[in-house]
């Protein structure tokens, strides 16, 4: 029987992996940092495994994998969130000479990871993105803050910054989002700031203006440089509100957003899957590049319930050596992140949005909508969903993590 191995076993997009493969006689070992999680608790899952955390343990975490798979007989090894696969993919050639890995080499990886790489990529290949300025001085900011355009935003080059073994995970929240010059230098100070704290100084953010819009993410499947499936979505509802996860979405097709999506993959040499966002402003504007996320993404039940189905074609790729290839796809299929995502965005939109009633209304018109988690085929997993928000809730309210669920110490 097949073995396929998988990280982040508490995360939704790792869940839909597990259902995936499991569903059709793969044995899934399910990998995870914390003993009770969602993935660790669905009816696919044959084996249960836990590793040291990542984001703490780095050089402990690829050396425990590199000794499982070195001990077990897998067939593929999935890394699924940031945390695991930068380090899988730093040790892929070691990796590799026990089980075959879904994801790019380290040098392609990073083309994605890190904004400033993507930025340039996409400038060379004509795919419009948001006036950026690449702050390599924390004096520079006073320069920046009299040119750029208002609303502005503080992104940091990576979601996940690195120093040594340790990880520390930034999001684009409300502190990242300025109005004027006198707050742009302010919160891009207090964030150098704390990248300072951490020991990352070097890693400054970069600045680009705000481009408003719709939110749309192109998932795409690509093996020896050639398109193997290819997916899209309308972000319908994110948390943060400002722009995070999805916790509502539709599935879309627009011909544009794909050729740009595989242009710039294509440039990348990519290997692997990944989504490419985008921002459109309305019918008539340019789809504006947003980041790219070079690894499985957090709304991949979708793509699943609408027809393309992600997980199965990696292993038929990456294990088998087929040609799998998927395009076809149902339009206007929905799918919802109930918890923790949308009941945050609830709370965020009626602390922060401009109509709290209409958020509530369309907030309890949603719940017919199928949810990334909670399933009648496969319930458990819906209780690990629970003991998993109260987790982070806890670790809130210790301050390891803010709310939007970075890790701040």
């Known amino acids: 029987m097949p073995r396929v191995l998988v990280t982040d076993a508490s995360k939704r997009e790792a869940l839909a992996v597990i259902r995936s493969l499991g569903s059709k006689g793969i044995e899934v070992t399910a990998a995870d940092s914390t003993c009770f999680n969602a993935g660790f608790l669905s009816k696919y899952v044959k084996r249960r495994v836990l590793y040291p955390p990542p984001e703490r343990y780095k050089t402990k975490f690829v050396k425990f994998m590199l000794s499982l798979v070195k001990r077990e007989n897998f067939d593929l090894l999935i890394p699924v969130s940031d945390f695991t696969i930068v380090p899988v993919a730093e040790c892929k050639e070691d990796f590799e000479r026990f089980v075959k890995v879904a994801a790019p080499n380290y040098e392609i990886l990073v083309k994605a990871f890190d904004k400033a790489q993507t930025i340039q990529i996409a400038s060379r290949n004509d795919i419009p993105y948001p006036e950026t300025f690449f702050v390599e001085d924390?004096?520079?900011?006073?320069?920046?803050?009299?040119?750029?355009?208002?609303?502005?935003?503080?992104?940091?080059?990576?979601?996940?910054?690195?120093?040594?073994?340790?990880?520390?995970?930034?999001?684009?929240?409300?502190?990242?989002?300025?109005?004027?010059?006198?707050?742009?230098?302010?919160?891009?100070?207090?964030?150098?700031?704390?990248l300072k704290k951490f020991g990352a100084s070097n890693c400054l953010p970069m600045v680009q203006e705000y481009v408003g819009g719709q939110g749309f993410g192109v998932e795409i499947l690509m093996h020896n440089q050639e398109i193997r499936a290819l997916f899209m979505h309308k972000r319908c509802r994110e948390y943060p509100i400002m722009g995070g996860a999805s916790t509502l979405r539709e599935s879309v097709s627009d011909r544009r957003l794909g050729n740009l999506a595989v242009r710039l993959l294509e440039a990348m040499k990519w290997d692997g899957v990944a989504m490419v966002e985008f921002k459109v402003k309305c019918a008539n504007y340019d789809p504006i590049l947003m980041e790219v996320n070079g690894r499985l993404w957090g709304s991949l039940a979708l793509a699943v319930a609408a027809g393309v189905d992600f997980p199965y074609l990696l292993y038929r790729t990456f294990v088998l050596n087929e040609k799998a290839c998927c395009f076809r796809y149902k339009d206007g299929v929905k799918q919802r992140w109930l918890i923790p995502g949308d009941f945050l965005w609830l709370y965020s939109s009626i602390l922060f949005g401009k109509d709290k009633i209409k958020a509530i209304h369309n907030f309890m018109r949603s719940f017919s909508v199928p949810d990334d988690i909670i399933t009648i085929d496969d319930p458990a997993p819906t209780f690990g969903a629970l003991i998993c928000m109260f987790k982070e809730l806890s670790e809130v309210m210790m301050n390891y993590r803010n709310i939007e669920g970075e890790l701040i110490r």
């Open 138 to 194: 924390p004096m520079d900011i006073r320069k920046v803050a009299k040119e750029i355009n208002y609303p502005a935003v503080i992104k940091p080059r990576t979601k996940v910054v690195w120093n040594g073994d340790r990880a520390l995970m930034l999001k684009v929240t409300h502190r990242n989002y300025a109005a004027n010059e006198q707050d742009l230098i302010q919160k891009f100070d207090e964030i150098a700031a704390l």
